[in-house]
């Protein structure tokens, strides 16, 4: 089984319409959207939901008010807010660090467990689908990004599938974490702007840091040609190969509003060009 995370440094470079290009492209592949910040790819796969588990990401504080005396130690304790003079939970400001239950004489607080976001199992016109939803505000992002992942080799052991997409989110922190670890490729894709220019030098570090191998692909390629060219003199010296470019093209719009793919979209100029690129990508991975 190989595994390919298509991850980006910042949003808006074209990271989950390649991947649904690529998708439509796979064969025998089990599909995981690991941006659960935003997911997107059930939009246009527009699955068939068939399973639902609740993710339980965090703990949430509970009050015994039959038991409580008021003796305000949980307030002055907590540094969040998230208890009132009332002796009151609020919800959305809690953290779940347990020092109201730690300073509690009476030990009327206990840490209850709080449903963060849930995980879903789905059926595309292209293969099975692992994804999940967030709750906004919900912490342990990271946590859920594993959840992701784990259900899609279990349905990839399960189904004989030989191959895994994933859909990574933006960005350095423990959702890519989660995303790149112990793939077999990481493919970035970056456009020339100055942020997103940056924001590669950093998702390739954290990827050369835990040992995954890159490769990058220029979205956008021409609509800057001097950061194109400053993006290839970067992967150059750190001996990265770019496995292709993109030039801009409305018709991504027009895919994404009809619900489509890019290759789904006749007389797509792009189709020839992400074609080469699944193609090289599949070389680098010795398929």
Same mark, same amino acid.
Do not use: W
């Given at each position: 089984m190989k595994q390919i995370a298509i991850v980006s440094g910042k949003g808006g470079t074209g990271k989950s319409s390649l991947t649904l290009a690529f998708s439509s492209l796979a064969k025998n592949v089990v599909i995981a959207d690991c941006d659960v910040d +935003?997911?997107?790819?059930?939009?246009?796969? !527009?699955?068939?939901?068939?399973?639902?588990?609740?993710?339980?990401?965090?703990?949430?504080?509970h009050v015994?008010?039959?038991? $409580?005396? !008021?003796?305000?130690?949980?307030?002055?304790? $907590?540094?969040?807010? +998230?208890?009132?003079?009332?002796?009151?939970?609020? =919800?959305?400001?809690?953290? *779940?660090c347990g020092v109201c239950r730690l300073v509690c004489p009476e030990k009327t607080i206990t840490m209850k467990d709080r449903i963060s976001g849930y995980?879903?199992?789905? =059926?595309?016109?292209?293969?099975?689908?692992?994804?999940?939803?967030?709750?906004?505000?919900?912490?342990?992002? *990271?946590?859920?990004?594993? =959840?992701?992942?784990k259900n899609a080799i279990e349905l990839s052991t399960k189904n004989n599938k030989d191959l895994i997409l994933? &859909?990574?989110p933006p960005g350095i922190g423990c959702p890519l974490i989660s995303t790149i670890t112990g793939v077999d490729l +990481?493919?970035?894709?970056?456009?020339?702007t100055f942020s997103a220019i940056q924001d590669l030098?950093?998702?390739?570090?954290? !990827?050369?840091?835990?040992?995954?191998?890159s490769v990058v692909c220029i979205n956008k390629s021409d609509i800057n040609n001097f950061n194109t060219s400053k993006i290839k003199e970067y992967c150059t010296l750190n &001996?990265?190969?770019?496995?292709? =470019?993109?030039?801009?093209?409305?018709?991504? !719009?027009?895919?994404?509003?009809?619900?489509?793919?890019?290759?789904?979209?006749? &007389?797509?100029?792009?189709s020839s060009k992400i074609i080469e690129i699944w193609e090289k990508i599949l070389d680098e991975i010795n398929w």
């Open positions: +935003a997911s997107n790819l059930h939009i246009v796969l !527009n699955p068939t939901l068939l399973k639902t588990e609740e993710f339980i990401g965090s703990k949430i504080a015994d008010k039959n038991k $409580c005396t !008021n003796c305000m130690q949980c307030y002055f304790g $907590c540094k969040f807010g +998230a208890i009132s003079k009332k002796i009151e939970i609020k =919800e959305s400001f809690c953290e *779940g995980t879903y199992i789905s =059926e595309t016109r292209f293969g099975l689908l692992s994804h999940a939803f967030l709750k906004p505000g919900a912490e342990s992002s *990271g946590k859920l990004v594993n =959840e992701v992942r994933i &859909d990574g +990481a493919v970035v894709v970056t456009e020339p030098k950093r998702v390739f570090g954290v !990827n050369k840091h835990f040992g995954v191998k &001996d990265i190969v770019v496995i292709g =470019e993109l030039p801009y093209d409305p018709i991504v !719009n027009s895919a994404i509003v009809s619900r489509k793919t890019l290759l789904e979209i006749s &007389d797509s100029p792009l």
